[in-house]
């Protein structure tokens, strides 16, 4: 019960690592908002935490709008009292080469992953201020953001900016108590990522630059916001905890075995 008796916002909520950062959370003791645009999938994660001896309400939110972000915030301070841990985690992937990017997909992909990540910081860190709340705030970046990929289009780019988000609203939440960190995961086995784990190709290669040889499990990343969100981590801020499997200390790929 690492996390008992905080109120905890995700973004994203619905499904994947999403999904588990609020099941796992919950399972810590907190009160969580599902905050998500799939009302269905969110309901249906809402409802199997309260069905778990849990406290948890969805929200629906489009992480791009100011005003929903605000009013999911406000959300959360009416319905249990504060607002302690936020995790901006909705996201949108991005496939292909970068050439082959359109307009229309890098408007997209950054609204969501950048400012979306932006707006969520900066309404969440408004009411832990008024709340005068020592909070913590989670940003999700990527190994992408730092080694790049060829076959993820601007996906890249946009959790690079994440990276300096977080350590930038780090500087200016340090003052108030408030730590913003991020975590950024190796591949993961999500719907998102349903796509290149079934390519044997992209398969193989994913293997072969991760040392553990293998994508993680979401509850294996849950566990590391889990950790950042604790007091355990009340010296950490401004850095991102890479859960990768190896992959960013690995300078080329790892042997084929039988």
């Known amino acids: 019960m690492r996390l008992k008796d905080k109120v905890a916002v995700i973004t994203g909520a619905a499904r994947?690592?999403?999904?588990?950062?609020?099941?796992?959370?919950?399972?810590?003791?907190?009160?969580?908002?599902?905050?998500d645009i799939l009302d269905r999938e969110g309901e249906e994660v809402t409802a199997g935490?309260?069905?778990?001896?849990?406290?948890?309400?969805?929200?629906?939110?489009?992480?791009?709008s100011r005003a929903q972000v605000s009013a999911l915030m406000d959300r959360a301070v009416t319905s249990f009292g504060q607002l302690d841990i936020v995790i901006a985690n909705a996201a949108l992937p991005d496939f292909g080469d970068v050439m082959d990017v359109t307009d229309d997909t890098f408007d997209k992909v950054f609204a969501v992953n950048v400012k979306g990540t932006f707006l969520t910081d900066q309404e969440a860190?408004?009411?832990?201020?008024a709340g005068k709340r020592k909070g913590v705030i989670i940003n999700i970046?990527?190994?992408?953001?730092?080694?790049?990929?060829?076959?993820?289009?601007?996906?890249?780019?946009?959790?690079?900016?994440?990276?300096?988000?977080?350590?930038?609203?780090?500087?200016?939440?340090?003052?108030?108590?408030?730590?913003?960190?991020?975590?950024g995961p190796g591949p993961v086995k999500t719907a998102m990522m349903a796509g290149p784990l079934s390519d044997p190709v992209r398969l193989k290669g994913l293997k072969a630059r991760t040392p553990l040889g293998r994508p993680a499990e979401p509850f294996e990343i849950a566990a590391?916001?889990?950790?950042?969100?604790s007091d355990e981590a009340s010296f950490v801020t401004g850095q991102t905890y890479y859960a990768d499997g190896g992959r960013l200390a690995l300078n080329y790929v790892m042997p084929e075995t039988n």
């Open 16 to 35: 994947g690592i999403g999904q588990a950062y609020a099941e796992r959370f919950a399972q810590e003791g907190a009160a969580i908002v599902v905050a």
């Open 49 to 64: 935490i309260k069905a778990k001896g849990g406290r948890a309400i969805y929200a629906r939110c489009d992480v791009t």
């Open 125 to 129: 860190a408004k009411r832990m201020i």
């Open 141 to 183: 970046a990527s190994t992408v953001a730092v080694v790049g990929d060829n076959y993820e289009g601007c996906y890249p780019a946009s959790k690079g900016a994440v990276n300096l988000l977080t350590r930038t609203f780090a500087l200016s939440m340090a003052p108030h108590g408030i730590r913003v960190v991020a975590i």
């Open 224 to 229: 590391v916001a889990v950790f950042l969100a």
